[in-house]
């Protein structure tokens, strides 16, 4: 059985399956894991270039490449000189393999890769996408491969405490004024 585990960097990542090797890792070279099994930098360098401040490649890059050196990463083809283990990630065909290829960010990059190797379990930790800004947008994807997955027969589970499925409604759910809140995704 093969499961992955999805990980950022919002709180409940602490939760993550850290210790059990029956998870395999999936993360960003940006952020500090205690165990990661692949990276996925799916920024074009024209992105890069333009960036600023803490997500320039001066900022993180150097101590990324020091800590996770034998670690592949999944870039995008304009990326593949910025890291020794650098690996194309497969954007044709995982396109071809969805019915609508939605991806507006990592996450999304790394659920529907999973998704194409028809993983058996996909975790997701400290993946919240809670606020204004760039979640706004970002999110849907996320929820509409994590759908995906689960009519594909693949089973995801989403860290205690996520606010990733909770009600955007004062009352909990759309239609009431007042009721329980839904925060667990179906089958918890």
Known sequence: MR???IVAKAGTSALAPWRDAGWEIWGMPWIVYPRVTRLFEVHAQSFCDAAEGESRDEAWLPEALARYAGIPVYCDPSRLHAFPDAVEYPLREIRQSLPIPYLENTIAYQLAMAIHEEVDEIGLW??????????????????????????????????????????GYEGGRYGLTTGERFIAMAGQ
């Open 126 to 167: 400290g993946v919240h996408m809670m606020g204004r800004g760039e979640f706004t947008w970002q999110r849907p994807s996320v929820t509409y491969l994590i759908g995906l997955a689960q009519g594909r027969g693949i089973t995801v589970s989403n860290a205690p405490g996520s606010p990733l499925f909770m009600s």
């Open 3 to 5: 499961k992955v585990a």
